[in-house]
């Protein structure tokens, strides 16, 4: 259940974007209820990524879900969704009554500890559309969230992303921004962060 007066949303105010952070998106009891649930009951995968022409193991497992026939490729790797879960429909609604967006799709990215990462990146493909609305709850550990301009190298921001919370990116956002979830050498628990998106 979501608390719409505890969500006090944080505007970033980066130019060339529109990125919105809700810490409290879902209360402690309901984000540790379903981030057991989904690193208990999840298909878990780890695929081979292709960067720079070398391919190298994912440093996360990932798992994907959708409409039929909404499949997602990114980095030479092409995922066919499995059918949405119960629980993933709760979420997904939840968050497109805050997001005002419907999501046909849903990414889960489970950082099993500080040696997984995603490298910088934006969320560009042509399956995304022009102008990409990425909704992003994260559920365990807390961990870094890194942005950069894409060509103003001195144009950069952090935040870190809290056990329940939601990352919004909309607008222009994917053209002039990367992002990335950096290594560290923290000892850190587990993360699991459900990327909602809409797939053309």
Do not use: C
């Not at 309901?30 to 298909?43: C, F, G, H, P, W």
């Not at 921004?177 to 923290?186: A, E, G």
């Amino acid at each position: 259940m979501i608390n719409r007066e505890l969500l006090r949303p944080q505007n970033l105010n980066l130019r060339d974007a529109e990125i919105i952070y809700y810490p409290s998106f879902y209360n402690k009891e309901v984000a540790d209820s379903y981030y057991q649930q989904l690193r208990d009951e999840t298909a878990w995968q780890q695929d081979d990524i292709k960067i720079f022409g070398k391919v190298y193991p994912q440093p996360r497992l990932t798992a994907f879900f959708g409409e039929p026939d909404k499949n997602y490729t990114y980095s030479g790797i092409t995922m066919e969704p499995l059918p949405f879960t119960g629980l993933l429909k709760k979420i997904k609604t939840d968050v497109e009554s805050i997001t005002g967006t419907v999501f046909n799709s849903v990414l889960l990215n489970l950082y099993r500890n500080g040696k997984d990462s995603n490298g910088w990146h934006s969320d560009d493909e042509p399956t995304l559309g022009k102008n990409p609305v990425i909704a992003s709850l994260s559920l365990g550990a807390e961990r870094k969230f890194q942005l950069r301009h894409k060509s103003d190298k001195t144009a950069k921001s952090a935040i870190n992303l809290e056990h329940g919370s939601l990352l919004l990116m909309k607008g222009e956002t994917q053209h002039f921004w990367q992002h990335q979830v950096p290594k560290t050498k923290k000892q850190v628990d587990p993360r699991i962060n459900l990327t909602f998106r809409v797939l053309n």
